[in-house]
């Protein structure tokens, strides 16, 4: 009779944790489901305009004071004067590269933009956070970035995009995901799609980025292209260290991949070769840095550095390109 009992047990018991496990599930969606909701409204704000773009991103045209970078307790019930940037001096070295590379046409906005007083913020979707919300449980970041990245997992599409990404301790948000920021301009989008990109021993193409202190207020503003178009800044009341001076500063690339997974190419995708030739591998150019003077100066004394063997890094000082840093290679199983 007991074994008869403990047999019944047994076969029982699945059927009530199957069923206890189906609603606890309703129950962890259904609030899961308010959470993004309510991330959602935070995230999103109230449009004076909506903007749709032919790569399927959605633009508000947020009031320049509803934007994100408010929500920061540092810049909140805060009226900002600011200055434009003046146009800096860069030794572009523009007629020696013309002929075999050419500035990739940015699309920006349609119909020239926002309003005057707003800012183009691209609207977060439910899929976006999910996506996000998967993925935060595989990647981490050891440093900042900033220039061109592919990421489906921000964006659901493999698109060349322009991006910024602010760490603040184990913190990490991309572009207008996170207070900081400031932007500024109605008619530049901060996460831009390049249409076009580089092949290996055709055409290149470039994206011109500048990052400049303010030296009147000490705001850190993010300027792009060729003309130094100012598309918005970091507070200096939000940094420590970067209150007055940066201490360092690194240019180069990086990839991620989840662990099992083939291990993705950088730059070209081949090694690099023996000839130093930007037809052949990524690239960075005129790599400066801005004294405490306001004066653009050759970036001197670098050091280079590798995670991995798989890519390689080469550092040439002195070129008729400026300070030239390639880098890239191919992935592996």
Known sequence: MSFRAFLLVLFLSPLLLGYNGVEGAREL?????????????????????????????????????????????????????????????????????????????????????????????????????IRERNASKLMSFADNAIGAHVDPTLYGDTRTRRFIRLDAGQSHCFNTRCPGFVQVRSDKLLDLVYPQVSKRGELGYEAPLFIDRDLVNGNWWLLVGESNTEVGFWPKRIFSGLADLASY?????????????????????????????????????????????????????????????????????????????????????
């Not at 305009?49 to 307790?73: L, N, R, S």
């Not at 990086?254 to 930007?278: A, H, K, N, Q």
């Open 29 to 129: 969606l259904e609030r899961e489901d308010m959470e993004l909701e309510k991330q959602l409204k935070l995230l999103n704000k109230p449009a004076v305009k909506t903007i749709e773009t032919e790569y399927g991103d959605t633009y508000d045209c947020v009031d320049f004071y509803k934007q994100p970078a408010f929500d920061h307790p540092l810049l909140k019930n805060h009226s900002f004067h600011f200055q434009m940037k003046p146009t800096l001096s860069l030794k572009r070295n523009r007629d020696q590269v013309s002929s075999r590379v050419r500035e990739s046409a940015h699309i920006e906005l349609k119909g020239g933009g926002c309003p005057v007083g707003t800012v183009p913020i691209r609207r977060i979707t439910k899929e976006d956070l």
């Open 249 to 333: 500063a690194e240019w180069g690339g990086e990839v991620f991949y989840p662990p099992g997974t083939p291990i993705p190419e950088m730059g070209s995708g081949f090694p690099l070769p023996l000839v130093r030739d930007t037809k052949y591998d990524a690239y960075l150019r005129n790599v400066e840095v801005v004294n405490a003077a306001g004066q653009n100066i050759n970036a001197y004394n670098t050091e280079t550095f590798e995670d991995t063997r798989i890519y390689g890094v080469v550092d040439l000082e002195h070129t008729k390109l400026g300070h030239l840093v390639l880098y890239g290679g191919g992935g592996r199983q």
